[in-house]
């Protein structure tokens, strides 16, 4: 099916661990995003990409990295987790000129 | 970008229509307005999307008037699977940049 997928689901971390996470899309989209979420708040923008090869920060994009890979990919990764930065990561993507956002599962992230 | 202002949670019976307002005083003359809905442990989905006066679809209804300075996503004869985070956002369809997600109306629908 298309649409946008996350890899892990689930994972615990533990303080000072680094992980990536991953997110692919097969609907030829342009930009690529990266939300996090915490219990009863709304959405934050950690990063986006709006082409292959650009990357920029969103509201929250301090202790993350990201990598556009190609056009399908865009990876967030946690270098030194913090047990703040526990919270459900969501992916989306969109054609350019859209603004009708496909969002992933999410990969719910616990640090220890 | 346009600053929006929803009302943080509402609960309404099954059957009966919902109508969430969403406030945008600063809208710009290329923004549009887009809804999206977020069910527990998903991520949002996009409901509708309007430059003004109204828009159906098979799911809900966008009201806009002519000063574009608020909205209201109605929804027809809601049922328990509508329970819900509902989310406004206000911005040019044209561009790529980043859009900011509020926290939303979180809709409670009762039987």
């Known amino acids: 099916n298309a649409g946008v997928t996350q890899t892990p689901k689930f994972q615990v971390l533990k303080t000072g661990q680094s992980m990536t996470l991953q997110c692919a899309q097969d609907m030829n989209h342009n930009s690529m995003y990266w939300y996090r979420q915490d219990p009863g708040m709304g959405l934050r923008l950690i990063y986006y990409?709006?082409?292959?090869?650009?990357?920029d920060k969103g509201e929250v994009p301090n202790g993350y990295n990201v990598s556009r890979l190609n056009k399908r990919e865009f990876s967030l990764r946690l270098e030194s987790a913090a047990p703040s930065q526990t919270s459900v990561y969501f992916c989306?993507?969109?054609?350019?000129?859209?603004?009708?956002?496909?969002f992933g599962s999410g990969t719910r992230l616990t640090v220890v | 970008l346009a600053k929006t202002t929803q009302p943080i949670s509402m609960d309404s019976y099954e059957g009966q229509e919902v109508n969430i307002t969403c406030s945008h005083n600063n809208i710009a003359t290329n923004d549009y307005i887009t809804w999206y809905q977020q069910f527990p442990s998903q991520g949002p989905r996009f409901i509708i999307q309007?430059?003004?006066t109204k828009v159906t679809n098979e799911v809900a209804s966008l009201f806009i008037p002519a000063d574009r300075k608020s909205s209201t996503l109605s929804l027809p004869r809601v049922s328990l699977s509508d329970t819900a985070v509902y989310y406004c956002?206000?911005?040019?369809?044209?561009?790529?940049?980043?859009?900011?997600f509020g926290k939303g109306t979180r809709l409670h629908i009762l039987p």
């Open positions: 956002l206000v911005g040019e369809v044209n561009r790529d940049d980043k859009i900011i």
């Open positions: 990409s709006a082409s292959e090869g650009t990357t």
């Open positions: 989306a993507s969109t054609l350019p000129g859209d603004r009708k956002y496909t």
């Open positions: 309007g430059y003004k």
